[in-house]
């Protein structure tokens, strides 16, 4: 029997459910076994399903869902090898032409397989509560001559193409819903729709994961102007008796649609203080018969909306339950926490929104209140803003002085999409509303939900996503190396904050290279604004939430990887499944890469999380990501297209390198063998040239067949091969392979990528006397490899002259520790590092944790026993 312990991510709710997943060794579980879930010495109840397998077809990774009240401080996962009977469940689901039919202990809803509802008949206690929900597209077509701009919205309703349930077991059923947003007037269809919806065994808690993909080519006509999800919920009893509630920054406004105070006549004012303490009233209408005649005087507020302009104010509109009359402004603040509350007579519903304010312009309305069926709207993009502009920043590109791709502009959003999680509460009828704790309860559910974690000991032992150490201070190197890890992610974290990195197509992503004359960054200047996963800043956040377990590293990685994975990559079109490089727009630069879309940036994130859906969809959108570069080959302005032999080029890194984490993601995933089969088929193309892995770079591909062409040596480009996660995957695929050449390659390349150039031509008769080799600390992780394998305590003692020098310099007196800037523009005290860049940062930090974990009996005692020579440089 083999145990895993885990425990509480910290700073996370304790309440609803939770799903994580297990990394395993391989051999260690097999599809036969069963998974046991203890805590306090009693079995939970759980639901587990395999999401990666090892080329033995053993389990790599599992999922597992439990009840997060069930479990104690630690929870212990078992396998045992004779596989259990499945725990009998409360959830049932049954399908027919017309919908999917699914039933839990505390709710039943249907998902129709055509029309504009996604959900409908959400009953509780025999009440139907929510009697629908649907998508709301708004797009603003403009039209301009020379002295008139005439702007029209357009409204489009999602329309449903597609049900299927994605997990069924005994706690938890997803139902996935594709569709696409349709015009009733002209049948246009816009903006396709993927939405996931989850229902738990003994909650009434509906999880909704909605994803929006943008499908607009013609940027200068149509803009965006709202997106959201609108939920119709019922209402009963009088106006009185009908309240809302509204999360601000700490506390909750509180109103009732009539407000019974009175100016004249005079009533009971206890009234008014129930009504305030949102009970609900009880009146004689005899014995209170001046009120109720006067009671058409008072006003009947039936819409609310909240408005989150920025990601530092927020305001609340209402307005009375009549056409043609306007709005006032009833509240504001600076954060609000993305919760709003209906309760009428026959109970409440909640909806509380993932990152509300961080992914602002958002909404949420209320309006109807005072009707049957009230509408609650989550707007992802709000009709209150400015229409979003999709278009590109300038007409012209800007390659040589601002670092952009080439000077052809090639800035689309066609493809690219966004993610937002949303949950959907129902409660009872009750004398009272919902309190603010319990409401708070519901936010944390959603904005932090509970997480189990492994220690980083046992992710480490498993070598769940390859090589990677754990934290140590046991020298002062080594503490010196630590400090600086733990720095550099204080420092980001700080900037996030400082620099404003918000909004809907924003929150997640860092920015490029800092500009010290501004005392900002250079978000304006071509290549040097967004960082788009140039150079794995992914990779470096979730291998330093691996050793660490921290829960606000955890927050970043997860906000990148969401954002990355849906914005910066395109989902459909001829860029499926490859993305824009850094650029002022997340989709603006000229050069669509494979290496902005590679699998490994998310694997992590859907790893752990016990296999997030959308992540999953995202992964699967990369598997074929080769065949985008017959659209748009990356070498175009370098070779004669005339001359080739195959459709297009691949670099060994960082393209093919992308693909092979691609392929290895949906081998392990599905046991997909032709995606193995092609990274065999590649590297043993890279095999047969002069020098293997240092041969090249550049080759011609064909995706049909995935072979590599061999063009020669002396193209530059070296370190691009290594600094886009190319060592990380293939450290992790040489093992699943058990390809020991290949392991030998590698150590050869780490080995041959530090000599001087003199030696490199010597060593390769004058085959390879390219430039490139720039950059050595993007090279350490492989660099490190080649001492390990090799047992070479030299190059060991190298990958630290490098690491050490890359940062601290010639007296080995830099760091990362931020200087102040007194009264800049926003900020009384501004923190910066006059000369920083994401791209060093992030292969810095990134290559120091591997590199610990690969020559730690390599490392100096001492930063001074690192001797300083020039071509550390």
């Known amino acids: 029997m083999d145990t895993v ?90 399908e027919d032409a017309e919908c999917i039919r699914v039933q839990t202990k505390c709710i039943s809803l249907e998902f129709p397989k055509f029309g504009d509802k996604l959900i409908r008949n959400v009953v509780k206690d025999r009440s139907n509560r929510v009697s629908e929900a649907k998508l709301i597209c708004i797009l603003e077509e403009r039209e301009e001559t020379e002295n008139t701009l005439v702007r029209k919205e357009v409204t489009y ?20 819903v594709e569709g696409v947003h349709v015009n009733k007037d002209s049948n246009r269809e816009v903006y396709p729709f993927i939405v996931y919806f989850t229902v738990y065994a003994d909650t009434a808690e509906i999880k909704v994961q909605h994803t929006f993909i943008c499908d607009i080519r013609d940027t200068h006509k149509y803009f965006l102007k709202g997106v959201g999800m609108q939920f119709s919920c019922a209402m009963a009893g009088p106006s009185y008796n009908r309240h809302v509630k509204l999360a601000g920054d700490f506390g909750y406004m509180q109103e009732a649609m009539q407000m019974l105070t009175f100016w004249r006549p005079r009533v009971n004012p206890e009234i008014y203080r129930t009504q305030i303490r949102g009970e609900m009233l009880k009146i004689d209408k005899e014995e209170n018969e001046l009120l109720f005649g006067a009671i058409h005087d008072i006003p009947v507020w039936g819409s609310y909306h909240l408005y989150q302009s920025s990601s530092r104010f927020f305001k609340v509109k209402k307005k009375v339950q009549k056409s043609g009359v306007s709005y006032i402004d009833a509240n504001f603040g600076g954060r609000a926490k993305g919760v709003m509350y209906l309760d009428s007579e026959n109970g409440g519903v909640a909806v509380a929104c993932k990152d509300f304010w961080q992914k602002y312009p958002s909404s949420l309305w209320a309006d109807d209140i005072n009707c049957d069926a009230a509408k609650l709207t989550m707007w992802f993009w709000s009709p209150e803003a400015e229409a979003l502009d999709y278009r590109h920043y300038d007409d012209i590109g800007h390659s040589q002085c601002y670092y ?19 949950s959907l509460f129902l409660f009872d009828a009750a004398e009272k509303c919902v309190s603010d704790e319990v409401l708070d309860e519901c936010f944390m559910q959603v904005q932090k939900p509970a997480q ?42 700080n900037e996030v904050e400082q620099r404003n990195w918000y909004g809907l197509y924003n929150y997640g992503d860092f920015m490029h290279t800092y500009d010290a004359g501004r005392h900002c960054w250079r978000y304006d200047m071509g290549g040097f604004a967004w960082q788009n996963t140039e150079l794995v800043p992914t990779l470096w956040l979730w291998y330093a939430f691996l050793r660490t377990g921290r829960e606000d590293i955890f927050t970043m990685a997860e906000a990148m990887s969401r954002h990355t994975g849906d914005v910066d990559t395109y989902h459909i079109g001829e860029y499926k499944g490859i993305g824009s490089r850094h650029n002022v727009l997340h989709w603006g630069d000229s050069c669509k890469e494979a290496r902005i879309g590679m699998a490994g940036h998310h694997r992590a994130y859907y790893y752990l999380t016990g296999g997030d859906y959308r992540t999953g969809d995202v992964l699967d959108d990369t598997k074929d990501a080769d065949f985008s570069l017959i659209n748009v080959d990356p070498l175009r302005f370098f070779y004669d297209k005339e001359s080739m032999k195959m459709p297009t080029h691949a670099r060994s890194g960082p393209d093919w390198s992308t693909f092979t984490s691609n392929w290895m993601t949906a081998w392990e995933r599905n046991g997909a063998t032709k995606y193995r089969d092609k990274i065999i088929t590649g590297l043993n193309d890279i095999k047969k040239t002069p020098f293997k892995l240092y041969s090249g770079v550049n080759y011609e591909y064909d995706p049909a067949t995935g072979h590599l062409g061999y063009i020669g040596e002396n193209t530059n480009g070296s370190h691009l091969a290594l600094c886009m996660g190319g060592p990380q995957t293939w450290f992790e695929l040489a093992e699943m392979l058990e390809d020991e050449e290949f392991k030998d390659m590698m150590a050869d390349y780490g080995a041959f990528y530090i000599l001087p150039q003199e030696e490199k031509m010597r060593l390769t008769g004058n085959g390879v006397n390219r430039g490139g080799w720039a950059y050595p600390y993007m090279a350490a992780s492989m660099v490190a490899y080649s001492a390990a394998r090799r047992k070479d305590a030299d190059l060991g003692y190298k990958v630290w002259q490098i690491l050490v020098h890359s940062l601290a310099g010639k007296d080995k007196k830099d760091s990362f520790e931020a200087k102040k800037v007194d009264n800049y523009f926003n900020n009384k005290e501004l923190n910066e590092m006059f000369w920083i860049s994401t791209n060093f940062t992030a292969q810095w930090c990134l290559n120091t944790i591997v590199a610990l974990g690969l020559t730690e009996e390599y490392l100096p005692e001492k930063i001074e026993d690192c001797k300083w020579e020039d071509w550390v440089k």
Not at 10 to 27: D, H, I, L
Not at 471 to 479: A, N
Request: proline share 4%; aromatic share 12%.
């Open 5 to 94: 312990k885990f425990h509480w991510m910290e700073n996370r709710s304790g309440k609803g459910y939770v799903t994580w997943g297990t990394p395993w060794k391989k051999g260690e579980v097999s599809l036969q076994d069963g998974f046991f879930v203890l805590s306090g010495g009693k079995e939970v109840r759980s639901q587990s399903k395999v999401c990666a397998y090892w080329q033995d077809g053993s389990v790599k990774w599992s999922s597992h869902t439990a009840k997060v009240e069930d479990i104690g401080e630690e929870l212990l996962l078992e396998v045992k090898k004779d596989n259990p009977q499945d725990m009998p469940g409360a959830l049932m689901a049954a």
């Open 157 to 176: 309703i999602g329309e449903v193409k597609s049900v299927s349930v994605e997990e069924f077991g005994p706690l938890k059923c997803t139902v996935k």
């Open 452 to 493: 189990l974690l492994a220690a980083p000991e046992y992710y480490h032992e498993v070598k769940a996503f390859g090589e990677w150490a754990l934290v140590k201070k046991d020298t002062p190197l080594r503490t010196w190396l630590e400090e600086q890890l733990d720095a550099a992610i204080d420092f980001y974290k």
């Open 404 to 422: 952009e791709g080439f000077d052809e502009v090639r800035s689309t959003p066609y493809g690219i999409a966004s993610t937002n999680d949303l």
